[in-house]
């Protein structure tokens, strides 16, 4: 990294710093991934190597160019109007890229960022109010009670569904959700999940980022050509619904397509509909069946529940095909280590 160092405005745990080494000293007092990173960053490469999450596939380690990463905070601290002298909370594990760049933007962009646990609800113990943060799906679930210490709020990592949505709706929080991956430096695609209504947010679309194009390959995926964040272009797994030369509804994974007595079915669709009937964390999957070939299950964490049942069995808006074959309960999910669900090892303790 070199020359570029930090930002005059930049702070870490309301410190401020006159050189690398003070800040690179100081992390230590913080966390050892932190200062880690940091020594990365600062170091003479052009590159920093990240980790996946796993949440989509076998978890990778890939390299990302600290040009690209700086340009990706740039284009937030744009689009989100978080200039220098911004408050943030970083919430979220820096050995994965959404906490490595919360660092990078605050450096970047001169940010007062704090440093607290990624705990399930990091929120709980604060007694100051921040003017950015970025968060899963199940953290923001459960800091409701206390979301209104943060003023901006990104959501990444996961799908919100209907009934978390309804829970965002009236407070005062400006909440919106991110699309990206490792390989894009976290997002360049964002859409608003509150202050409008939840039905309305369901059907929405992904806006891109300035200087971020898009297109579909002959699987229905998103292609993505955003040369500032990646010298080459990335070809995704996500099928997708182009509503306009920057814009995109998000479908579903095809890698996760359900392909039973001949019918294909994307589960997050599915996901979708059962959502408004369940609210505790579930997910539909295919496992193997003889005759069928995949059959559908859906599996819900938590314990045995007739009145869900009830729900799912009488919920008109799924067709027949969408209808579970089998449903499972399960006392506790697998987590990836950014707090998403681990697909595939949880569907192994059936």
Same mark, same amino acid.
């Given at each position: 990294?070199?020359?570029?160092?930090?930002? #005059?405005?930049?702070?870490?745990? +309301?410190?401020? !710093? /006159?050189?690398?080494? *003070?800040? @690179?000293?100081?992390? $230590?007092?913080?966390?050892?991934?932190?200062?880690?990173?940091?020594?990365?960053?600062?170091?003479?490469?052009?590159?920093?190597?990240?980790?996946?999450?796993?949440?989509?596939?076998?978890?990778?380690?890939?390299?990302?160019?600290?040009?690209?990463?700086?340009?990706?905070?740039?284009?937030?601290?744009?689009?989100?109007?978080?200039?220098?002298?911004?408050?943030?909370?970083?919430?979220?594990?820096?050995?994965?890229?959404?906490?490595?760049?919360?660092?990078?933007?605050?450096?970047?962009?001169?940010?007062?960022?704090?440093?607290?646990?990624?705990?399930?609800?990091?929120?709980?113990?604060?007694?100051?109010?921040?003017?950015?943060?970025?968060?899963?799906?199940?953290?923001?679930?459960?800091?409701?009670?206390?979301?209104?210490?943060?003023? #901006?709020?990104?959501?990444?990592? +996961?799908?919100? !569904? /209907?009934?978390?949505? *309804?829970? @965002?709706?009236?407070? $005062?929080?400006?909440?919106?959700?991110?699309?990206?991956?490792?390989?894009?430096?976290?997002?360049?695609?964002?859409?608003?999940?509150?202050?409008?209504?939840?039905?309305?947010?369901?059907?929405?679309?992904?806006?891109?980022?300035?200087?971020?194009?898009?297109?579909?390959?002959?699987?229905?995926?998103?292609?993505?050509?955003?040369?500032?964040?990646?010298?080459?272009?990335?070809?995704?797994?996500?099928?997708?619904?182009?509503?306009?030369?920057?814009?995109?509804?998000?479908?579903?994974?095809?890698?996760?397509?359900?392909?039973?007595?001949?019918?294909?079915?994307?589960?997050?669709?599915?996901?979708?509909?059962?959502?408004?009937?369940?609210?505790?964390?579930?997910?539909?999957?295919?496992?193997?069946?003889?005759?069928?070939?995949?059959?559908?299950?859906?599996?819900?964490? +938590?314990?045995?529940? /007739?009145?869900?049942?009830?729900?799912?069995?009488?919920?008109?808006?799924?067709?027949?095909?969408?209808?579970?074959?089998?449903?499972?309960?399960?006392?506790?999910?697998?987590?990836?280590?950014?707090?998403?669900?681990?697909?595939?090892?949880?569907?192994?303790?059936?």
């Amino acid at each position: 990294m070199g020359k570029e160092l930090f930002h #005059k405005d930049f702070k870490l745990q +309301g410190e401020s !710093f /006159n050189s690398v080494k *003070e800040l @690179i000293d100081f992390s $230590k007092s913080i966390s050892e991934e932190i200062h880690s990173f940091l020594v990365d960053w600062f170091n003479e490469k052009s590159f920093v190597e990240v980790k996946t999450s796993g949440s989509t596939g076998v978890p990778k380690i890939i390299r990302l160019q600290k040009k690209h990463m700086v340009n990706s905070a740039i284009a937030t601290g744009s689009f989100f109007d978080v200039p220098e002298k911004t408050t943030a909370l970083l919430c979220m594990s820096v050995n994965y890229i959404a906490g490595k760049m919360m660092l990078v933007r605050a450096i970047t962009l001169g940010w007062g960022i704090d440093v607290v646990e990624a705990v399930s609800n990091p929120l709980r113990k604060l007694d100051k109010t921040y003017d950015f943060s970025a968060m899963v799906p199940l953290q923001l679930h459960n800091s409701l009670n206390d979301i209104h210490k943060i003023k #901006k709020l990104i959501v990444g990592g +996961g799908v919100v !569904f /209907n009934e978390l949505l *309804e829970k @965002i709706q009236d407070v $005062k929080t400006d909440i919106f959700a991110t699309y990206g991956m490792t390989e894009t430096i976290t997002h360049i695609a964002v859409k608003k999940l509150n202050h409008c209504h939840s039905e309305l947010v369901e059907e929405s679309y992904y806006n891109c980022l300035p200087s971020v194009k898009i297109s579909k390959d002959k699987r229905g995926c998103l292609v993505i050509n955003a040369p500032k964040v990646s010298d080459e272009e990335i070809i995704t797994n996500d099928l997708v619904e182009i509503t306009s030369e920057n814009s995109f509804k998000w479908l579903g994974r095809f890698d996760t397509i359900i392909n039973s007595g001949g019918i294909k079915l994307i589960p997050e669709q599915i996901e979708e509909k059962l959502s408004k009937v369940i609210e505790d964390r579930f997910f539909v999957a295919g496992i193997k069946d003889a005759l069928l070939g995949e059959k559908l299950v859906l599996i819900i964490e +938590g314990v045995i529940n /007739n009145i869900i049942l009830n729900k799912v069995k009488h919920l008109n808006s799924l067709s027949k095909y969408e209808r579970p074959k089998e449903i499972h309960f399960l006392k506790h999910f697998i987590e990836t280590p950014t707090q998403k669900i681990n697909r595939i090892k949880t569907i192994q303790l059936l």
